[in-house]
């Protein structure tokens, strides 16, 4: 496993998809996985994709400037940090974030979502 292929190609589909259909993104979580939005902590997959879906803008665009990945843990775990901009439909400036990700491989040889957090960078 080359962790840096799976991180970008992680993050390629969590964005694609969070941009354009966020309820798919409910494959990519479990029932111990855990979101951490803005300092609001979320536990489940159905609490995790309600939240998602539950945001007040409808569209949006994230523009990825940075992804660093390590291995984490004897099972194959990787960890994905990733910064970029949010463009918001009908706002004049982006929103700068960061969100970090902790994948756990499946026996079905996929990841899944361990923990996610997210934040928005204010300067």
Known sequence: MDPD????????H?????D??????????????????EGEKIQGAAAIIAKLTGLQFQQCQHNISTIDC????PAGGVIVFV????Q???????LKFSQMFHLIPTPQ???????DI???NYA
């Open 88 to 94: 918001l439909a009908g706002e004049p400036h982006a």
């Open 14 to 18: 969590y964005y694609r998809t969070f």
């Open 118 to 120: 997210f934040r928005l």
């Open 70 to 73: 390590q291995t984490s843990g």
């Open 5 to 12: 292929a799976v991180a970008r190609a992680f993050v390629e």
């Open 20 to 37: 354009t259909n966020r309820a798919g993104l409910a494959g990519l979580y479990q029932d111990s996985s855990m979101l951490s939005f």
């Open 83 to 86: 910064s970029g901009s949010l």
């Open 109 to 115: 040889g996929n990841f899944y979502v361990l923990n």
